[in-house]
């Protein structure tokens, strides 16, 4: 009997849960969590500190938030309802696009920016994210977009950019009066220095023609003397090289590979030159200089390498230099651009209009590329 009742309680409460999963299907209760749900959308949307608006088909805008209002300089918004969303835009991004669907697709699936209309036609720049709205078969029913006015990230770039050419200036002006520090200690050490060695060597050679009894103390002074200025030599052609000045930027890259190889036994240098020295502008040729300097200089110090294939090429209205090596490479994101030399080399292409580009990677050698584009007249 106890289970009969059991039985009948088990019965009555599954029918009731039955009963609840009719109630909650019918049309009534699908209307009421669809209208629950719009209301959350709806919150959000107008709580939203973009401003978003929503089009039918045709373009017109049916929805605009308080903060599309605030962004846009309306008051009310039946100021911009049933409006043509082109005429948010200025004419020259509408000749770019037919409609706002063109505007959609553009910007679909990332952020696009466009210069858009205040109310009182002053122009500003935004920030586009829109896509399509369709229901549930696919259909496109209209489209929605958010805006965000980006006057003063586009007034902050601009301090930024100006900065940073007011700081490649100044440095350029740094590195234009080293060169010109270079040069002159380069030319006193040549003209004052290495002059002076050379009379006191050409003295004592005298001396010791005239007293060859101390022979042996005059000639060890000589040969010190000697060195002093092969030192002092080297030197000033570390520091500029004369011949740099005299025959060119070409003629000055071939004495150093060969200077370099001279230095360095193993390690052999190819060059390859496909340019005319009349073809390499003025600015550009001391820039060329200091880059295969540096780069070489890296490869006797880290790279361990064995061979060094060294290219100065004009393509396609460019001028290109190129430096690979078969040494034991680097990892770039470890070395970062504060080492080896590679901080000095990429501002020295870049001040001089060009740009500068590595690739390593451990075990597999170095290659160092800077291209400048050249104007019509120097092609």
């Given at each position: 009997?106890?289970?009969?009742?059991?039985?009948?309680?088990?019965?009555?409460?599954s029918k009731k849960r039955t009963g609840s999963r009719v109630a909650a299907n019918t049309p009534e209760a699908k209307?009421?969590?669809?209208?629950?749900?719009?209301?959350?959308?709806?919150?959000?949307?107008?709580?939203?500190?973009?401003?978003?608006?929503?089009?039918?088909?045709?373009?017109?805008?049916?929805?605009?938030?308080?903060?599309?209002?605030?962004?846009?300089?309306?008051?009310?918004?039946?100021?911009?309802?049933?409006?043509?969303?082109?005429?948010?835009?200025?004419?020259?991004?509408?000749?770019?696009?037919?409609?706002?669907?063109?505007?959609?697709?553009?910007?679909?699936?990332?952020?696009?920016?466009?210069?858009?209309?205040?109310?009182?036609?002053?122009?500003?720049?935004?920030?586009?994210?829109?896509?399509?709205?369709?229901?549930?078969?696919?259909?496109?029913?209209?489209?929605?977009?958010?805006?965000?006015?980006?006057?003063?990230?586009?007034?902050?770039?601009k301090e930024l950019r100006n900065s940073e050419k007011k700081l490649r200036h100044l440095s350029q002006r740094i590195?234009?009066?080293?060169?010109?520090?270079?040069?002159?200690?380069?030319?006193?050490?040549?003209?004052?220095?290495?002059?002076?060695?050379?009379?006191?060597?050409?003295?004592?050679?005298?001396?010791?023609?005239?007293?060859?009894?101390?022979?042996?103390?005059?000639?060890?002074?000589?040969?010190?003397?000697?060195?002093?200025?092969?030192?002092?030599?080297?030197?000033?052609?570390?520091?500029?090289?004369?011949?740099?000045?005299?025959?060119?930027?070409?003629?000055?890259?071939?004495?150093?590979?060969?200077?370099?190889?001279?230095?360095?036994?193993?390690?052999?240098?190819?060059?390859?030159?496909?340019?005319?020295?009349?073809?390499?502008?003025?600015?550009?040729?001391?820039?060329?200089?200091?880059?295969?300097?540096?780069?070489?200089?890296?490869?006797?110090?880290?790279?361990?390498?064995?061979?060094?294939?060294?290219?100065?090429?004009?393509?396609?209205?460019?001028?290109?230099?190129?430096?690979?090596?078969?040494?034991?490479?680097f990892d770039p994101q470890e070395t970062g651009e504060t080492g080896m030399g590679l901080t000095s080399m990429k501002?020295?292409?870049?001040?001089?209009?060009?740009?500068?580009?590595?690739?390593?990677?451990?075990?597999?050698?170095?290659?160092?590329?800077?291209?400048?584009?050249?104007?019509?007249?120097?092609?």
């Open positions: 009997m106890g289970m009969e009742v059991r039985y009948n309680i088990g019965e009555r409460a209307i009421k969590r669809t209208s629950k749900l719009l209301n959350v959308v709806y919150d959000a949307l107008n709580s939203s500190a973009s401003g978003v608006i929503v089009t039918d088909r045709k373009g017109r805008i049916i929805y605009v938030n308080p903060s599309f209002l605030k962004i846009f300089g309306y008051n009310e918004k039946s100021d911009v309802l049933h409006k043509n969303a082109t005429d948010l835009f200025t004419q020259e991004e509408v000749k770019r696009f037919s409609d706002v669907e063109a505007i959609v697709d553009e910007s679909k699936g990332e952020t696009q920016e466009f210069f858009a209309r205040h109310r009182d036609g002053t122009v500003f720049p935004v920030e586009v994210s829109a896509s399509n709205v369709t229901d549930r078969l696919g259909n496109v029913m209209g489209r929605i977009a958010s805006f965000i006015d980006i006057t003063e990230r586009k007034r902050l770039e590195l234009d009066a080293q060169e010109e520090e270079r040069k002159l200690i380069a030319r006193e050490l040549h003209d004052g220095i290495g002059a002076s060695l050379t009379n006191i060597k050409y003295s004592l050679e005298q001396h010791l023609d005239n007293h060859p009894e101390e022979s042996k103390s005059l000639e060890q002074a000589v040969s010190m003397v000697q060195q002093a200025i092969r030192d002092t030599s080297r030197m000033s052609r570390s520091l500029r090289p004369s011949i740099l000045d005299d025959m060119g930027v070409i003629p000055a890259v071939g004495w150093f590979c060969r200077s370099f190889q001279e230095g360095n036994a193993g390690i052999q240098v190819e060059t390859r030159v496909e340019v005319q020295e009349g073809e390499i502008p003025e600015p550009l040729k001391l820039v060329v200089y200091r880059i295969v300097q540096e780069a070489l200089t890296n490869v006797s110090k880290h790279s361990g390498a064995t061979m060094v294939f060294l290219a100065l090429t004009k393509t396609e209205g460019s001028l290109e230099l190129s430096i690979q090596d078969n040494g034991g490479g501002e020295r292409a870049q001040f001089s209009g060009g740009f500068f580009s590595v690739k390593s990677q451990a075990g597999e050698g170095t290659v160092i590329q800077s291209l400048w584009p050249l104007k019509s007249s120097e092609q």
